[in-house]
Each structure stands twice: as C-alpha cells, then as structure tokens.
C-alpha cells in the first residue's frame, strides 16, 4: 500500500497532524498566559515572544541539527529550498508575533485562536490553489470542500460572536471587606 492509503503506516500523517492541533490548540492560551505571567503591562507580550523565540531555537534548530547528524545528511543546501524554508520561517514567526499584539490589544485568546485557526486553512487553500492548482483548474473542486472552506469561516465568525461573557473582575479586598461588615449589620 502506498504512502496515501488509508491503512497502517499509510495514516501516520493523521497522528502527526492530531498532535499538531493538541500542540497548537493549546498554544494560544499558554502564550496569552506567559504574556500575563510576565507581570509587565507594557512589556509583557515581547518578553512571552523572547521565550517563544528560545522555545523555537531549542525545538527548530539543535533538535533537526541533532537528526541530520545521527542520520549522516549533506550539509549541501539548495538556494530555493532555503529562502522558501525562511520564509515559511519568517511568516510564521510573523503570526506567532501577531497573536501576542492581538492579546495586548484586548483580544481573547478564545477568540483570537478560533479566528485564527478558521481563517489558516481559508488562507492555506488559496495559497495551494494558487502555488498548485489542481488538476483541470478550479472548476473541478468538488462542492464539499467549498462548504468545508465556507463552515470554516462561519464557525470563526460565530465563535467570535458568541463567546461566552468573561467573568466580572473580582472586587478589591477592602471594598469586601467593607460590603461584609455592611451586610452583617
């Protein structure tokens, strides 16, 4: 069986991918909570993106360099595959970056996240369509994954319409304390 088909090795991409949408699911409220952890109103948000920064040293540099050399790889690079991996690189550093503006600017990480994971795979589709079109140009999409692209941006706009109220910022310890012996009299 081949590398597409449905069976076995076959559908190790889907675990790949699974893990993939665990990792970056949760990814925006751990940033938006490192952002908060910093302590620092003004700041805060490019400290959290100095440690995403390290995070993605750790993980995207000593960890593939460290595969290359147990599998004996060339050190020989092709210009076009390393300025297309940059920028996928620069562009996605880009978003991360983005994210943490959108948090600083009062947006909820469950907001902010569900707009962000909806509007990628609209964004991706267009991009792919237009480096690969598919074979027989656009008019043989088929019409499910039109309405999956068109359900992917209904379900962005109505978690962003919907979102659940935040709770009310919590009183002052002297304002309780001044409504309990209010309320005890």
Avoid at 23 to 44: A, E, F, I, R
Wanted: with cysteine; aromatic share 10%; hydrophobic share 55%.
């Amino acid at each position: 069986m081949g590398a597409g088909s449905a069976s076995g090795a076959g559908m190790a991409w889907l675990s790949f991918a699974l893990m993939t949408v665990a990792c970056w699911g949760v990814y925006g409220v751990l940033l938006h909570s490192g952002q908060m952890s910093m302590q620092d109103p003004v700041n805060g948000r490019y400290k959290a993106f100095l440690f995403v920064g390290i995070a993605y040293f750790v993980t995207a540099v000593l960890a593939p360099l460290a595969i290359l050399m147990m599998n004996g790889a060339t050190w020989q690079y092709p210009i076009k595959g390393m300025g297309l991996s940059l920028l996928a690189g620069i562009v996605g550093a880009a978003g991360a970056f983005c994210v943490l503006l959108a948090f600083g600017a009062k947006g909820s990480p469950a907001v902010v996240m569900s707009i962000v994971f909806a509007g990628a795979p609209i964004v991706n589709a267009i991009a792919a369509f237009t480096v690969h079109p598919p074979a027989g140009g656009l008019a043989n999409v088929r019409w499910q994954f039109v309405l999956g692209i068109a359900l992917a941006a209904l379900g962005g706009a109505l978690v962003s319409l919907y979102k659940p109220e935040a709770p009310a910022p919590a009183a002052p310890v002297a304002v309780q304390a001044s409504q309990q012996a209010g309320g005890s009299s």
